[in-house]
């Protein structure tokens, strides 16, 4: 076994304590030792955006960086988004209603992505809508349904006065 | 696709830094991760050892000294792309810094990632090119800096030993009104770039060109500049014919073939890519100046 450390972080708002190899990447700690599975893996080299997360509110691609380096830090996975076990964040049902996604795979990367885009931007035009996502790769809908609903999802937020 | 074993180093100074550069064996430095995880994860580089720079403290600031923009080299992408200062006075880096990447690339990138992995179409190393930035770099020998003209010694391949790490960039700033651009061209937005231009220029109060720097990113080992263009336009009236016949000469800047594009289509995209660039800086100055 190589070099191990201990390591303490706050996951959806839950303090978790932990040995994890060094080497290990922060999206095969979230998923093989905390059992998030909700992040997915599609490249593991920081094209396909399936594994993002929010890093101290920052969105980032958890497959590039190492577990070690979230010590002390603050994450946001796909499941952390919706408010309770029974209900879905307004971005997650504006998903569902204007079918954003078909196979799911690139969803969770999708929605953590647009939460802290629309932190930033909860007025986004479809143009930006679009450059926002650019780092994700979906390859069932064809984005279209994406931009919809996330658009709707900004408009629900701004009508709901709540942030993403 | 997991990075291979090493051992992991998390110091909080430069001087801890140093010390460890100058201690281990097969060291790397990891900044933002950008580069380093996704060539780590193929097996591309093996360390024994990783030097994690992202718990070192004071390499993280944007200040405005003496006429000129200083950034500590673990300074992400993301804040540069923010800052107020930044986009005030050096906005054609806040143009560039739109195409680096994406949102999540850039919220962990860093400056002084992007200009030590030197890769030829990277937007901040065409950026410090085109300005004649300064690098700082510290060693156990102390601190030294280093004209970015003489930064990249061959392909990916910058001018620091392996016991130094960069530690700040300076960016002088242009004074009074100028035109700026930043163009490129890829397949897809936030692909690496296959052709840029980066293009800066002032006049004089006769409506002439007084100075002027172009560079064009993704052509060879590292972005240049594109001196020949640049003599041929400082002293003249800035017109689409000028910009027309002189971008000519970027044609025989020297160009790699590779999957993403052969040599001489580059050589076309930096004909086309300096005139626009050019056309688009003289716009904004123009605007900048009231005139139309």
Known sequence: ?164 | MKPPPFSYHDPRSVTEVVELLGRLENAKLLAGGQSLMPMLNMRFVLPDHIIDLNRVEGLSYIRENDGALEIGAMTRQRDLEYSDVVRARWPIMHEALLQVGHRQTRNRGTIGGSLCHLDPAAELVSLAAGYDATVTVVGANGQREIAFGEFPVAYMTPAIEANELVTAVRFPQWKGRYGYAFIEFSRRHGDFAITSAAALIATNGGGKIARASVTIGGMGTAPVRARELEQAIVGQIPTKELFGDACESCRKIEAIDDVHAPANYRQHLAAVLSRRALEKAHARLAEASGQH
Request: charged letters at 20%; hydrophobic letters at 35%; glycine letters at 10%.
């Open chain 1, 1 to 164: 076994m190589g070099e191990k450390r201990k390591i303490s972080l706050t996951v959806n708002g839950k303090r978790y304590e932990d040995e994890v190899e060094v080497r290990v990447t922060l999206a095969d700690f979230i998923r093989g030792q905390l059992g998030l599975t909700g992040t997915h893996l599609g490249c593991e080299h920081g094209v396909c955006g399936a594994c993002t997360i929010l890093f101290d509110g920052r969105s980032a691609r958890s497959c590039l960086m190492l577990a070690v380096q979230a010590d002390g830090h603050e994450l946001l996975t796909v499941e952390g988004i919706a408010p309770s076990p029974d209900e879905l964040h307004p971005l997650q049902q504006a998903f569902h209603e204007h079918h954003g996604l078909q196979c799911g795979f690139c969803t969770p990367g999708i929605l953590t992505t647009l939460i802290e885009f629309l932190r930033d931007n909860p007025d986004p035009t479809e143009r930006e809508v679009r450059i926002a996502i650019s780092g994700n790769l979906c390859r069932c809908t064809g984005y279209q349904n994406i931009v919809t609903a996330t658009l709707a999802a900004a408009k629900k937020l701004q009508e709901l006065g709540t942030r993403a």
